[in-house]
């Protein structure tokens, strides 16, 4: 299957910092992902072949990580964290503002692929806390409005 | 990998294994290493620098239990049920992951591990359903045992447990994820032990499970090793599952009737309508040479007994239509019919075939009973090996042959040609697992990248049909690596190989059927030369080496003496002064008219051997078998015959390693191929007694005991017995044929005792005779694979359903 | 104002004449929104933030890679004694001596060794190595390339979580950057001594942070942690030794380098060298990353530096160094937070994510979602942490909704305790530690759950907020 070139310039400039192939293994499925929006059977057959990997093991190590799906999810990824620090200062409202305006739950995705909603543990957000990632930018000392303008500002984005 | 030679890639470290170098255990490392000395329980234990402290334990009869970990699999830590305290450490230390150090003082009950033990199996039961009434482990499940050792009465748990539902991943592979425990035993066994991968850790935390290969399915061996080695009911049988409870099956350890290798298979056994059924086969108690270790034939295929065309009375052939008929009108029959053509037309003009799956005193009472009775030489069978070239190769050389045991221990491997993984899997499983465990350098010479070429040292593709040049070669032809040396292998690189070979000590030589006759004979040339170097020729059935070594040849008696004279049966036997037809002969005299009567016994040239089925159509043929085969529909009267499964005697594999082969049951309306012959004898008016030696044995009390009083009776008996002393009391007892045997076929003087007892007794061709020059293409390899088996194959359902078996796919790649 | 002392770098042979001093910095410029500062504070892993240091060029100015250079011309034993001598320990939790590690290294090795740096910050309240990786890249590198002068290594890995990718972007230019000058690649500074620095991505694990399963996680494997021994020193990486620490245990290596051991390790208190960066969150008015003196007083940290609890409520609780903590009590708080001093008061100083709880906060409800938190990392490898993360969870969903039965805070207690010290790796202990803290701790907040009354703590109407 074909992958961008960029995708091909980061697993080129990858393979070769390590002494055994499958080490690129996880950076690959997950520069895959982002380029596919999930790990499809197609995506984990290649890069099985080129890591010499079995199917098996590569799935074996995908649903290992949290961050890998080989489930499509739309296209915004809205990660929030509801972990302790988060949890004490509203992270649960956060959450179910979001579940409430977009109208699905944890690992939903909209009718219209544009969001998929998901409860993550700790992001490394705590200072800053309730915090949410969308694919990967984080956004930081959330109130439920400001939660709104940045889905808005998604939603924007996506029907430019 | 590429084809060619690699040569010299020694093993270090450098197996495909999955398992990081922290959990890797070699155990050749143990092997000359100091003893330590340490105290546990207050016992002192001594064991060598390395013991894994568990292990060190059982050795003075402490029982540290444990899930996850399992002997020569590698060590996992997981299931946390091997605490134990040792001294200076501040936490509970795992006893399966620790070594054994000197002055190391370890207890391993007291309160704080029994409270540990006590709590790992209610977190446990936590999650897993307790549905033990209804689950095929229940009675014999670890889980089970460990709650009544270690663990505790109430319940804590209130929640509702987590549920999967049951999955199927093959016709005989089911996986139900509750009742899993993680131990990863399946992981590893199908990995390291089996080296097929199939089998892989998904999801993580509490929803971790077992997965396939192929997502929903697996692609893999079907070997069932996972389901056997499953400490509980996750994985259970297809074949099995449901069918009965474990302690309804009478248990009985015999020799698993398929390839050649010889795997003790312990089959469950149940009362049915026909008789008995065999419900399971497996091997847990890990009795014989293959341990825990059975391919799907031995754990599964045993099916073909109960299969709804079985024959189960006799068929006469009236009206040109086969009839059933009475077994007396039968014997009557065939009796009067061979005698007949024997008085008129001569023994020559009767042909019998025999079997590759029949007992050795079968084959042997056949075989005598051809010379003896039906005064003929036109014996033979289905030939996939030449033993004749090998045992005159070996004729007179002490232990030159090794047994299927000796595979795993030995330290260097020469295989050519012949692809066990597929044709003799316990062989392949001996091999990878000498190489994983105690680094044993295979070197193989193969036409095809056969799976084994993983655990190669040195992996040479040769094109197909030079293996005999091969034999030249290392024999000293060096004129044969012309036809050898190719691109990825030159001269050079063969002579490099054949030096490495002449440096070591106590190789195992073993070769596949691409190698006979003369080139038997240089191979063995090259082996003599060698330090300690022993042979194992690979033949394809249950009694393929039996068949041979039991005379089953129209120049050869038992033992490889020729018809011709010199022997001690020439002295006891009446034989034909010459040599006999062979098949093809027969085949010849049929379609001729000079063959009259023809008797096969459990065996089917006509569809396994490509012969006219009109060859014999002026022939009488009495045909022996469990099935109407291609062979026995032209027959003109037709035995029903009991299988390997259904009798007991002695069988000998491809090594020649005897085993005993115990009866598990019966299916009514057939009779074992040696009660036929010997009823066919009596209908020619033949004295049995001089077929069969039975009415010996003594009475006597040997001065053993002093009568029959508490117990003194049984004890004699089985001293009796012991001795192979106890009376044959009538002519269809095999034991009374065995005790010929021994007497008189070079080599099969073992053990009596060590047979009983289950053992495996390796025989020797030291003392053979002569044997004969045979045609090589006299030799027709089965081809079968793992999901074949002759004729019989045929009739397992099992064999049939896996659908790896409708398709050739190669082997994934190994990865690092 | 600021008075670092900016060197000119002179990137020729030897070390150059170098004018070192730490400051205090009263009046930082912030450029970033989200970094904060307080008087108290000693700068020393943070004293580039907001600097713009994540440029080589800025970087340098910084004194960036001067360490490195004085350490080419240190023996590696000098190096390793240096960062023994200066109190450092892990910042990663575990709190070992760094210098110890380093010295379990074999001198001789047929394997390639290996420095790995553990940037895959995931333990809940911890958000310091982002900082870093954000504002200083390049003293992460520069601490990788020490230590693996230090042991010999001829390669180092910098793990990042997944989740910080714009972090792995970062770290991949400093990277790409320090090896167009030839900082790293072959002959490095012209001492003829090869040192390459990869980067590496995780894909989202809190488990991959223990340093066995980081290893088989960077090995391109489930992240399911190694038997133990042979420990990382010994076997790691692909079977070579292997070092491994902390992104904030390695940037303050150069630090230590150049200001000296004894100058670091008076910074702290004995045994505890160094200053530590402060994750203040949760119910706290001032929250931020605030780099303090080991040793530093918490009741000073959350009243002074912190603000003290907002909106009139009153502390409950406080978890000091990341979930995994076992919380101390409003009364508990007068603690110097070093790492002995934290563990004699009966928790660890850990990763240094102190979460503040206020009186508004549901115990119970907080341990649900630390349980939560672990339920769902587990790796599942051992039946203790498997089966016992979720078996409490459950428990404490039903618990928490109103279903709680007496019995059930002393099973929850029986099972933590159960789990404790018996679990393949620590994760087990992390999920057990902070449970059997909060059943001790607030037994009488479990026990006003009992008996089918809603949460106390619930505002009226509001959703069961934690998912199954």
């Not at chain 3, 000296?260 to 008015?285: V, Y």
């Not at chain 3, 051992?382 to 409490?392: A, F, K, Q």
């Amino acid at each position: 299957m074909k992958f961008s070139d960029e995708f091909e310039a980061r697993f080129a400039e990858m393979v070769p910092h390590y002494p055994t192939k499958r080490s690129a293994l996880v950076p690959t499925l997950l520069y895959a992902q982002d380029e596919v929006g999930f790990l499809s059977d197609e995506v984990i057959a290649e890069i099985a072949s080129r890591l010499d990997l079995t199917e098996l093991e590569v799935r074996n190590v995908i649903s290992y990580y949290s961050m890998l799906t080989t489930k499509p999810r739309g296209k915004f990824n809205v990660q929030v964290c509801t972990n302790i620090s988060c949890m004490v200062r509203g992270g649960e409202d956060i959450l179910h503002h979001c579940a409430k305006k977009l109208g699905i739950g944890h690992k939903q995705t909209t009718p219209d692929g544009l969001f998929t909603l998901e409860e993550v543990e700790c992001i490394g957000a705590c200072s800053w806390a309730p915090a949410a990632q969308v694919n990967y930018d984080f956004h930081e000392n959330l109130t439920t409005e400001k939660m709104d303008r940045i889905l808005d500002e998604y939603k924007k984005k996506a029907t430019q | 990998m590429p084809a060619g030679l690699r040569l010299l890639r020694e093993c270090e470290g450098e197996t495909p294994s999955r398992q990081p170098a922290g959990r890797r255990r070699d155990k050749s490392r143990l092997l000359n290493m100091a003893d330590v000395t340490l105290t546990v329980d207050g016992k002192k234990v001594t064991a060598p620098a390395g013991t894994l402290l568990i292990e060190a334990c059982k050795t003075v009869g402490i029982e540290v239990p444990s899930f996850c970990y399992y002997p020569n699999l590698s060590l996992q830590g997981a299931c946390r049920m091997c605490l134990v305290k040792v001294e200076k450490m501040p936490k509970l230390q795992t006893a399966c992951t620790t070594v054994v150090g000197e002055g190391m003082v370890v207890i391993t009950d007291s309160d704080e591990i029994k409270q540990a033990r006590k709590s790992m199996l209610e977190m446990l039961l936590g999650n897993h359903p307790l549905d033990c009434p209804v689950c095929d482990a229940g009675g014999e499940c670890e889980l089970q045992d460990m709650t009544f050792s270690y663990g505790a009465a109430e319940s804590k748990f209130m929640e509702a447990k987590n549920h999967k539902e049951e999955q199927q991943w093959s016709p005989v592979v089911f996986f139900d994820r509750p009742r899993c425990i993680l131990c990863y035993r399946c992981v590893r066994v199908c990995g390291e032990g089996m080296d097929v991968w199939a089998l892989g850790v998904q999801n993580r935390g509490v929803s971790s499970l077992i997965a396939p290969n192929k997502e929903d399915h697996l692609e893999c061996e079907e070997c069932g090793m996972c389901i056997d080695i499953c400490p509980v009911g996750a994985l259970t049988s297809g074949a099995y599952r449901y069918k009965t409870r474990p302690w309804e099956m009478k248990h009985v350890g015999t020799v698993c009737t398929h390839c050649g290798d010889g795997c003790k298979t312990t089959l469950g056994v149940r009362r049915s309508d026909t008789g008995m059924e065999i419900v399971r086969g497996d091997n847990r108690d890990k009795s014989g040479t293959n341990g825990d270790f059975l391919c799907i034939k031995g754990r599964y295929a045993f099916d073909f007994a109960n299969h709804e065309e079985r024959l189960t009375q006799p068929l006469i052939r009236k009206n040109g239509k086969l009839t059933p008929a009475t077994w007396e009108e039968t014997f009557a029959l065939v009796g009067k019919k061979f005698a007949e053509v024997r008085d008129k037309d001569g023994g020559s003009a009767i042909g019998v075939i025999g079997s590759t799956r029949t007992t050795n005193e079968e084959a042997y009472l056949l075989s005598k009973f051809a010379r003896v009775v039906l005064k003929t030489n036109n014996v033979d069978h289905h030939r996939t090996a030449d033993f004749p070239a090998l045992s005159a190769a070996l004729r007179g050389k002490p232990d030159a042959t090794a047994s299927m045991a000796d595979v795993y221990n030995a330290p260097a491997i020469l295989l050519i040609g012949n692809d066990p993984t597929e044709q003799h899997p316990l062989l392949a499983w001996q091999i990878r697992n000498n190489v994983r465990l105690h680094r044993a350098r295979l070197y193989l010479l193969n036409s095809q990248p056969i799976k084994l070429r993983r655990q190669a040292t040195s992996f040479t593709q040769i094109p197909a049909g030079t293996e005999g040049k091969v034999a030249s070669f290392l024999s000293g032809d060096d004129a044969a690596a012309n036809a050898l040396a190719s691109p990825s292998t030159n001269r050079d690189a063969w002579t490099a190989l054949r030096d490495k070979l002449h440096e070591e000590k106590n190789l195992i030589i073993i070769f596949g059927a691409e190698i006979r006759g003369n080139d038997i004979a240089s191979l063995i040339a090259f082996g003599s030369a060698l330090e300690g170097a022993k042979f194992i020729c690979l033949a394809d059935y249950a009694n393929s080496r039996g068949a041979a070594d039991m005379g089953l040849y129209p120049d050869l008696l038992p033992g490889y003496h020729p018809t011709a004279g010199g022997s001690d049966f020439h002295q006891e036997w009446a034989i034909p002064p010459t040599a006999g037809l062979d098949l093809p002969g027969m085949v010849e005299a049929g379609k001729s008219g000079k063959l009259k009567a023809l008797y096969v016994v459990g065996s089917n040239p006509i569809g396994r051997l490509n012969i006219d089925p009109f060859a014999c159509s002026k022939s009488f043929v009495v045909v022996q078998d469990m099935f109407l085969t291609e062979t026995a529909v032209i027959a003109d009267v037709v035995l029903p015959a009991a299988n390997a499964y259904e009798k007991s005697g002695t069988m000998t594999n491809t090594c020649g390693d005897v085993q005993l082969v115990k009866k598990a049951g019966e299916i009514s309306g057939t009779k074992a191929d040696f009660e036929m012959i010997v009823r066919i004898a009596d209908a020619m008016g033949f004295d049995v007694r001089k077929l069969v030696p039975f009415g010996g044995g003594t009475h006597a009390d040997m001065g053993q005991s002093r009568g029959a009083q508490s117990g003194e009776a049984d004890r004699h008996a089985v001293w009796l017995e012991m001795q192979g002393l106890e009376p044959k009391l009538t002519p269809l007892d095999p034991m009374a044929i065995l005790d010929e045997i021994q007497r008189l076929v070079p080599g099969y003087d073992v053990s009596r005792v060590n047979l009983l007892a289950g053992n495996i007794e390796h025989t020797s061709l030291t003392k053979s005779g002569p044997g004969a020059a045979q045609k090589p293409e006299s030799i027709s390899p089965a081809h079968d694979g793992l999901f074949t088996s002759g004729t019989l194959g045929r009739y397992s359902r099992t064999l049939k359903s896996v659908m790896e078996s409708h398709e050739v796919k190669p082997a994934e790649v190994a990865a690092d | 104002m600021c008075n670092l002392v900016i060197g000119k770098l002179k990137i020729k042979t030897g070390v150059p004449v170098f004018n070192y001093s730490i400051t205090k910095l009263a009046n930082f410029p912030i450029p970033m929104a989200d970094l904060v500062s307080h008087p108290d504070e000693v700068r020393v892993v943070s004293r580039r933030f907001g600097q713009g240091a994540a440029n080589l060029d800025r970087y340098l100015e910084l004194d960036g890679y001067k360490a490195v250079q004085k350490a080419l011309a240190m023996e590696p034993d000098s190096i390793i004694n240096e960062v023994k001598n200066s109190g450092l320990r892990g910042r990663g939790g575990a709190g070992f001596s760094t210098g110890m590690k380093w010295s379990f290294v074999p001198k001789q090795s047929a394997k390639p060794k290996y420095v790995l740096c553990n940037g895959d910050e995931s333990e809940p309240g911890t958000c310091k190595d982002r900082l870093i990786f954000e504002h200083d890249p390049h003293s992460v590198i520069e601490g990788v390339m020490i230590g693996a002068l230090a042991v010999g290594a001829k390669s180092g890995y910098i793990y990042i979580r997944g989740e910080y990718r714009y972090l792995l972007e970062i770290m991949q230019k400093a990277i790409r950057d320090a090896y167009a000058k030839g900082f790293i690649g072959k002959n490095i500074f012209g001492s003829g001594r090869d040192l390459d620095i990869y980067w590496h991505g995780g894909a989202g694990a809190y488990e991959v942070g223990e340093e066995s399963a980081l290893m088989e996680s960077l090995e391109g494997k489930r992240g399911i942690p190694r038997i133990r021994p042979p420990f990382p020193a010994v076997v790691g990486l692909w079977g070579g030794p292997t070092v491994i620490n902390n992104a904030e245990t390695l940037a303050n290596v150069p630090h230590i380098i150049l200001g000296g051991a004894d100058w670091f390790a008076k910074l702290g208190t004995p045994k505890n060298g160094g200053t530590r960066l402060f994750c203040l969150s949760g119910n706290i008015a001032k929250p931020g990353v605030y780099e303090l003196p080991m040793g530093y007083n918490l009741k000073r940290m959350l009243y002074e530096v912190g603000g003290g609890i907002p909106n009139g409520r009153k502390l409950k609780a406080v978890v000091p160094g990341g979930a995994s903590c076992p919380c101390l009590t409003a009364e508990e708080v007068d603690v110097a937070m070093d790492f002995d001093s934290v563990a004699k008061a009966g928790s660890m100083l850990g990763s240094g994510g102190v979460v503040v709880v206020d009186d508004a906060q549901c115990i119970v409800k907080f341990a649900l979602r630390t349980m939560k938190f672990y339920q769902h990392e587990s790796c599942g490898w051992c039946i203790p942490c498997r089966e016992g993360t979720d078996w409490i969870k459950k428990t404490l969903m039903r618990f928490h909704a109103g279903g709680g039965m007496k019995k059930d805070i002393d099973n929850i207690q029986y099972l933590a305790e159960n789990m404790l010290g018996r679990t393949f790796c620590p994760l087990g202990d992390a999920a057990a530690m902070p449970t059997i803290a909060f059943v001790k701790k607030f037994r009488k907040e479990f026990e006003e759950h009992l008996d089918g009354r809603p949460c106390p703590y619930e505002k009226a109407g509001a959703e069961e907020l934690v998912h199954a």
